[in-house]
Every structure is written in C-alpha cells, then in structure tokens.
C-alpha cells in the first residue's frame, strides 16, 4: 500500500479558504447567464447534505441551480451538521425513506465534505434507495486527524455523537453498491486531498477541480459536474467527459492513495 499523507493542507491554503471562497462565488455569479446550458435531468429526487457545522442555508444555491435544471432537489432539514449525533443519524435515513416513498424512486445523494462521508454510509446501508452518491471535498479516505484541519471542530462534539466515527472511515477494499463519484480539489485548504479520493472502477470516479473547499458547493466546475453526473438517465452511468472547451478547469484526476506511487509522491 503507498503512503498515505501524514499531515493536513498547508497553512496558506487553509488560512485563505474564506477569501478564495468568496472568488469562487464571484466566478458562479458570473457563470449564472450559461447556467441554462447546464444537462438537465429527468426529474427524480435528490437529497444534498451539508457539511460540518453548516445547514442547508449552505447549500441554497447549488439546491437553486439544481432545480432549475429539472431535478427535485431537497435539503436535510435537520439544523446544523455538527457530527453523527443520534438525531443527525436517524433524521437522514427517515429523510431519505421519506423521499424514496414520495417519489417511487432512488434518490441521489449529493454530499458536501462530512455531507458526502454520510451520503455514502446511507448507500451502504440502503442500495436500493440510493441512485448514486457525489461528494464534494469528503475526506472518506481518512486515516488520522492530522489530514484534516477540522479534527478539533469534529472533536468538540464527540460526546454527542452514536460511537464516534473512527479510522479509516471506510474499508479501501469495499467499493459502493451505487455509482459513486468524489469530486476534490489540490487546493482545499480544510482536508488533504487524497483523502477524497475514490478508487476507480465499472462505477466508480474521481473528478478535479481547482476550487476551495468552502466554495465547492458553488464553484462553477463542480455545479457543471454534479449537474452533468445528475442528468445520466437510470442504469446508464457512464464516467465524466469535460468538454473540450472546459477541459482545462478540469485537471487530469489523481489515482487514489492505496496501491499508488505516483499518489504518494504527489502528496
């Protein structure tokens, strides 16, 4: 197995988050008049889920874009993400029942940072509720606090929290039973990006984007991307393919961390 990165994003990088954040707005508001041009879906549920100490106030304006393209998108509605807390654990299995049944259809699952290492335990535990999951700067390869620049925050409310989530997250070796695509940045600031990293494979991908981690829910790569993996028709999940002219605001994908040299030299 290659090494796995020992520490966290670099200073400079976690110190300008909130400033690159703003830009990456800046960039979607001056997107927004090609957002019609974005693949439109076929109307079935999708359930976004925030990260860390955010709600679904964060996660408005990708949820706005979503629905505008077609898609009957749906927040948590459960208040601030503030870790696996009981209520934060049963209220997003009810949520995503709750919606299967609405709509007679799997719901996909689009989580942002903590969001997204939920999203994928609920399509572990409900495959057939789970159309496919997108994540965005989750960190589901963890293997230590120091990757993270949010262990403290996670920390400070762990004694609210159904056992804890330990290390790694998730088994390396296990692949989702859904379509599963992890989208990450070398830029973030808050977790190192190899820990974001999906393994490939039939259904599963990995997709770059230069952005901050606190803008991803609105940098205009990443809405094109949750956009163009959303609007797949059921059962025909193909890998993405930036078009030639957006091809350069998205980098080459990294392969992941476990079994890669070239990963871990990268770090």
Same mark, same amino acid.
């Given at each position: ?10 200073? #400079? ?8 954040? !703003?830009? @990456?707005? *800046? ?8 957002? &019609?041009?974005?693949? &439109? ?9 925030? *990260? ?9 304006? %990708? ?21 696996? =807390?009981? =209520?934060? /654990? ?16 799997? /719901? ?18 409900? #495959? ?11 960190? +589901? ?15 400070? +409310?762990?004694?609210?929290?159904? @056992?804890? %989530? ?7 070796? =296990? ?5 599963? =695509? ?5 830029? @973030? ?24 981690? %606190?803008?991803?829910? &609105? ?8 956009? @163009? ?19 350069? /605001? +998205? ?15 990268? !770090?």
């Amino acid at each position: 197995m290659a090494r796995q990165p020992r520490g966290g994003p670099a200073l #400079p990088l976690y110190l300008s988050e909130p400033g690159r954040a !703003a830009v @990456d707005f *800046g960039l979607f508001v001056a997107a927004r008049p090609l957002l &019609h041009s974005l693949p &439109h879906g076929d109307g079935h549920p999708v359930l976004v889920l925030p *990260g860390l100490l955010a709600d679904d106030l964060s996660t408005r304006t %990708l949820r706005a874009t979503l629905r505008r393209l077609d898609h009957r998108v749906h927040g948590w509605r459960l208040g601030r993400n503030i870790g696996p =807390t009981p =209520t934060c /654990v049963d209220g997003m299995r009810r949520r995503l029942d709750e919606l299967a049944e609405r709509y007679g259809r799997p /719901v996909s699952l689009v989580g942002w940072s903590l969001g997204g290492v939920f999203a994928r335990e609920l399509a572990r535990a409900t #495959p057939d509720s789970v159309r496919q999951v997108i994540t965005m700067g989750s960190p +589901f390869r963890l293997t230590c606090e120091s990757q993270t620049r949010a262990a403290r925050v996670f920390a400070r +409310f762990a004694h609210l929290h159904v @056992d804890g %989530l330990s290390f790694p997250l998730e088994s390396e070796c =296990t692949p989702l039973p859904v379509p599963a =695509t992890s989208i990450y940045s070398h830029s @973030d600031g808050i977790v190192h990006w190899q820990t974001c990293l999906e393994t490939p494979g039939p259904r599963a991908e990995n997709i770059a984007v230069h952005a901050s981690h %606190l803008g991803l829910g &609105h940098h205009p790569a990443v809405v094109y991307a949750v956009a @163009d993996r959303l609007a797949q028709p059921a059962g025909t999940w193909q890998p993405f393919r930036a078009p030639g002219v957006l091809r350069p /605001v +998205f980098p080459r994908p990294d392969v992941p961390v476990a079994g890669s040299p070239r990963s871990a030299t990268a !770090a």
